[in-house]
């Protein structure tokens, strides 16, 4: 257990973390689900080949770390955390089979994420003692430093007004929004767990730097396939210069946004509840339709 002073959260009621049972039906959602604006869907898309994968993977290292809790509050929190994980793993699952029928075969770039999480930050043939365990927490460490993003995303796409006046597809919108909500709602669990179990700054920095390239090398690499991919004549090319216009226009995260988010992460006072609101988390989660039986 980490002996490093944590960083004081933002005072909130704490929230009862639980999978909520969702349903969405992709029938009516087009390949192009923002009108005029392939390259923008597809950015978002890479999310459907990055979470099943990456989310099974949390849940696998939760498992393993649950030993090393002596918390009964974080113990609740992480077992609520690895509920949610799983339904959100399912829900974007499912979202893939529509995309193949629509012209768009995700697989070869699936398998690459598949093996990734599987096999190079998967479980190691490691003796038991310290080597498994370091190995153990630079997996803990890594997944906060992932959660950070995944915060700063779903807090985004909470308020990402534009591209609802932009026509996007109901259905799709409220995935990602009640996925968002979630993740803004349990923001504090990965980092509080690293805390827990270990803490070390150096630690945070350099699973931090691993942990930003690869999201940012496999995001570029999933919306150029997709772009290439997409039997669509004439929808373009991905790059980062289209990127960076999205983001001015509110289309996607903006650029200065993402990069005002890297000190934050690493500045030693940083505490997750500093990121986005519970309040209007919970608020979305209490109206969106798939999370309340599709109504």
Do not use: C
């Amino acid at each position: 257990m980490s002996n490093t002073p944590q960083p004081a959260p933002v005072a909130e009621e704490r929230i009862e973390l639980k999978a909520r049972n969702v349903s969405f039906e992709w029938e009516k959602t087009p390949l192009h689900w923002i009108p005029g604006d392939p390259f923008t869907g597809h950015t978002i898309n890479v999310l459907h080949l990055l979470l099943p994968a990456g989310e099974r993977w949390f849940v696998h290292v939760y498992k393993q770390v649950l030993p090393y809790i002596t918390d009964d509050r974080l113990r609740e929190d992480v077992i609520g955390f690895i509920g949610q994980e799983a339904m959100h793993s399912a829900a974007h699952d499912d979202v893939l089979p529509h995309l193949k029928k629509l012209g768009l075969d995700p697989t070869p770039y699936t398998a690459q994420v598949d093996w990734l999480f599987e096999k190079l930050l998967g479980d190691r043939t490691l003796p038991p003692g310290r080597a498994r365990q370091w190995w153990l927490m630079e997996r803990v460490a890594t997944i906060a430093a992932i959660e950070h993003y995944t915060a700063f995303l779903g807090n985004w796409i909470l308020n990402a007004e534009t591209l609802d006046r932009r026509g996007a597809d109901p259905m799709m919108l409220d995935l990602l929004r009640w996925h968002g909500a979630e993740e803004v709602e349990h923001r504090s669990v990965a980092f509080e767990l690293f805390m827990h179990v270990d803490g070390g700054y150096r630690r945070r920095v350099r699973t931090w730097a691993t942990a930003f390239t690869a999201l940012a090398f496999l995001w570029q690499r999933g919306a150029r396939f997709f772009m290439d991919n997409d039997p669509t004549p004439t929808v373009g090319k991905a790059s980062l210069g289209a990127f960076y216009r999205a983001g001015k226009k509110g289309m996607l995260p903006s650029t200065p946004s993402m990069l005002k988010s890297i000190p934050r992460y690493l500045s030693r006072t940083y505490h997750p509840s500093q990121e986005g609101s519970t309040a209007q988390a919970v608020a979305y989660l209490a109206s969106s339709p798939g999370a309340n039986g599709g109504r």
